[in-house]
């Protein structure tokens, strides 16, 4: 028995089938795709104001760990790690936004023996709370990198509690 043809509606050829497949999936596939990634990493000169703001805000936090060092050396020492993790830090905030390098900031004056760790506490929530707010008007990288460097500044802070 020879083999039949299979039925076709009526009005749709297999070519105008696939034709019309096709060209739904290619209209489709531009509608999902996000915008090319030279795009979609594009800084503005807002965000990259704001991504200098937060260098200057890691920077008062570094001149914080060596002040308070100072301040009290066996809370120093103890803290020498946390100082070594937000010096680094800094260094990848200052990668994120060229052209924003300052000169060291000044804290403000750092309380004696026992209200140092106090104080220092609060300037790390500090600095964690700025950049997670910053974290919210960046794109990309540079929000993951506020975003992670917040989330470490709020570890630190559970450490000197």
């Excluded at 936090?61 to 020498?80: C, H, N, R």
């Excluded at 070594?84 to 309380?111: C, F, H, I, M, Y």
């Excluded at 790390?124 to 960046?138: F, K």
């Excluded at 993951?144 to 509690?161: F, I, N, W, Y």
């Amino acid at each position: 028995m020879p083999p039949t043809a299979s039925p076709h509606p009526p009005g749709f050829s297999r070519r105008t089938l696939l034709a019309v497949s096709a060209t739904g999936l290619a209209l489709l596939a531009t509608g999902c795709s996000s915008p090319p990634a030279e795009e979609r990493e594009k800084v503005t000169s807002e965000q990259a104001d704001r991504l200098s703001a937060q260098v200057k805000v890691q920077e008062t936090l570094v001149a914080a760990f060596a002040a308070a060092g100072a301040a009290d050396a066996g809370l120093g020492a103890e803290v020498a790690v946390l100082a070594a993790q937000a010096d680094e830090q800094l260094t990848r905030l200052r990668a994120a936004a060229p052209g924003a390098s300052s000169p060291a900031a000044s804290s403000a004056p750092v309380p004696a023996a026992p209200g140092t760790r106090a104080w220092l506490r609060g300037q790390v929530a500090a600095a964690a709370t700025s950049h997670a707010a910053a974290c919210l008007d960046q794109s990309g990288a540079r929000a993951a990198l506020l975003g992670s460097v917040a989330a470490g500044l709020r570890g630190q802070d559970a450490r000197l509690a």
